[in-house]
């Protein structure tokens, strides 16, 4: 069954250091990709990075970077250099070939603190 | 170029009413979904629509029905309300599968439903 775990409800990291934050997911179809929305306090799902199951390096979008360990079916986000605006909910997302559906995690709620 | 767009922003219904929220996708794209998020939760996928009609739906009761209109723009219909159905309810648009990088699906800022 496909399913996204998000194991951390709450982080904490001080300003401009860096931050992890977890996901693992469950799918028997080879080709899926996989996404990471933030999520600010006003409701709008923000779009921040993608990896699809066959590419071959991990995605970078400027301080956002992926981890993807696809054996393991992990695929956390590392957010660099972190900053008081990226204090928000972060949700990690799959969606499997052939669908157009995307699952979601439970999200994670990070708080930058200076 | 205009992002996803969603009215009303609010909206506060009686258990056994009826209520219709509306989305405009981004620009250039053809494709709307709609999710629930209920409140600490993630987003539920209720349905998406397609050149105007429902190409995949979630496990929503036939309560939640939908419309979309052929400049792309959807509706999402709730009949007869429940307190379960408060909300946030959140609209995506894409391009048609494999029209467009696998990566294209962004979110409107919500409409929240309240149901007293």
């Known amino acids: 069954a496909q399913k996204i775990t998000q194991t951390q409800p709450g982080m904490f990291v001080q300003e401009k250091e860096a931050v992890t934050l977890d996901c693992t997911y469950d799918t028997s179809d080879p080709s899926y990709g996989l996404f990471w929305y933030k999520q600010p306090s006003s409701g709008e799902m923000i779009f921040l990075i993608y990896?699809?199951?066959?590419?071959?390096q991990n995605a970078t979008e400027g301080r956002y970077s992926l981890n993807f360990q696809k054996a393991r079916k992990s695929a956390n986000l590392v957010i660099s250099a972190s900053q008081l605006g990226d204090s928000a909910m972060y949700f990690c997302a799959m969606r499997e070939r052939n669908t157009d559906k995307l699952i979601f995690g439970t999200g994670t709620r990070l708080q930058v603190f200076p | 170029d205009a992002g996803v767009t969603q009215s009303p922003t609010h909206l506060i219904k009686t258990r056994g009413q009826q209520v219709t929220l509306r989305c405009s996708p981004k620009s250039g794209h053809d494709t709307v979904s709609w999710y629930q998020q209920a409140l600490g939760q993630g987003p539920q996928f209720i349905f998406q629509?397609?050149?105007?009609?429902?190409?995949q739906r979630g496990n929503f009761p036939d309560r939640f029905s939908g419309h979309q209109f052929p400049n792309y723009s959807s509706e999402l219909n709730v009949n007869a309300l429940l307190l379960g159905d408060s909300a946030l309810y959140l609209c995506?648009?894409?391009?048609?599968?494999?029209?467009?990088?696998?990566?294209?699906?962004?979110f409107g800022p919500g409409t929240r439903l309240t149901v007293t």
């Open positions: 995506a648009s894409s391009l048609a599968r494999g029209q467009g990088a696998d990566y294209e699906q962004y």
């Open positions: 629509y397609y050149e105007e009609e429902e190409r």
């Open positions: 990896q699809g199951s066959y590419d071959q």
